[in-house]
């Protein structure tokens, strides 16, 4: 009886862990559909169920996207709107090309947390792109 209550004890204590840890992770993602042309502009944003993708590019390239509350930085993440890559396998091998895009539409995902206000664009560090998102998936209402 003793080793029953145990194990029970302890799968009560797993069951809680997991269900601490599952929800203080973000459950839904910003969608910003932005066009290029070479400036941006905003075509739609949107409020999406599911996980963020939690990939970072640890590349060279001139753009960042952050999510900044009204004091602080709390999500950022490097990427290059204008370059598409692709392959495939072609007889065996592999082949591929890169395609510069100077006209798109793209999109921006980032978390959706409590804190934050507004996304920013930045080119090498100048901020050329921002965008209120505090609002983003709310329902209007009638105030009478």
Known sequence: MNKKFYLLLFMLLVFVVVLL???AVPREYILLEIYYDGDFVLVNKSLES???????HDI???????LMS?????????FDHTILYSDAIIEENMDGKTELLDEINFFVVV??????EKVE???DGVKVFE???YDVGATPCKVE
């Open 21 to 23: 840890v599952s929800a």
């Open 50 to 56: 599911g996980f963020y993708p939690s990939i970072n």
């Open 60 to 66: 060279d390239v001139p753009y960042e996207v952050k």
């Open 70 to 78: 009204e004091e602080d930085e709390l999500y950022s993440n490097t």
């Open 111 to 116: 978390p959706s947390v409590r804190d934050g």
């Open 121 to 123: 664009i930045l080119k």
């Open 131 to 133: 965008e209120e998102v």
